[in-house]
C-alpha cells in the first residue's frame, strides 16, 4: 500500500493498492512453515507423466510419494525436493511413473511453507 499525495481528482490523499493474481490459482492446498502432508484417496490413472502446479516461499518445499492403495510406501517412487513457482513442473521418480498406469495408487504430499493448486497426467 502506497500513500499518493494530492490526487487530480479531488486534491486529498488517496491510496494506490497493487493485487497479484497468480495464473492458474485459484484454489489451493496450503501449508504453512510447519510441515503438512496431504494424501489423495486411491485412484487409478493413464499417463506417463505427474506435474504440477504450484509454488513455494525460499525457505519452503513439496516432497511427493507414491504409495499403494493401503498406504504403503512404492520403492523408487519417492521425489526430490520441490521448490520453487511453476505452473507445470513435471515430478521426477528413480522409476518411470508410467509403469504404474492401472494400478490403484495415492499421493503423499509433505509440504511446508508451500501451496499445491493443480495436478496433471499426461
Given at each position: 500500500t502506497q500513500l499518493v499525495k494530492d490526487s487530480a481528482w479531488d486534491r486529498k490523499p488517496s491510496e494506490l493498492i497493487r493485487y497479484?493474481?497468480?495464473?492458474?490459482?485459484?484454489?489451493?492446498?496450503?501449508?504453512?512453515?510447519?510441515?503438512?502432508?496431504?494424501?489423495?484417496?486411491?485412484?487409478?490413472?493413464?499417463?506417463?507423466?505427474?506435474?504440477?502446479?504450484?509454488c513455494t516461499s525460499a525457505r519452503g518445499s513439496i516432497y511427493v510419494r507414491v504409495l499403494d492403495e493401503?498406504?504403503?510406501?512404492?520403492?523408487?517412487?519417492s521425489s526430490c525436493e520441490l521448490f520453487g513457482d511453476t505452473t507445470n513442473?513435471?515430478?521426477?521418480?528413480?522409476?518411470?511413473?508410467?509403469?504404474?498406469?492401472?494400478?490403484?495408487?495415492?499421493?503423499?504430499?509433505?509440504?511446508s511453507d508451500a501451496e499445491l493448486f493443480a495436478l496433471r497426467f499426461s
Open positions: 497479484v493474481w497468480r495464473k492458474d490459482g485459484f484454489a489451493s492446498y496450503k501449508a504453512g512453515y510447519k510441515k503438512k502432508t496431504l494424501l489423495t484417496k486411491a485412484f487409478t490413472f493413464e499417463a506417463e507423466t505427474l506435474s504440477m502446479n504450484f493401503y498406504s504403503n510406501p512404492i520403492e523408487g517412487y513442473r513435471i515430478v521426477d521418480f528413480d522409476k518411470p511413473f508410467g509403469e504404474l498406469q492401472g494400478k490403484k495408487i495415492r499421493l503423499e504430499f509433505t509440504m
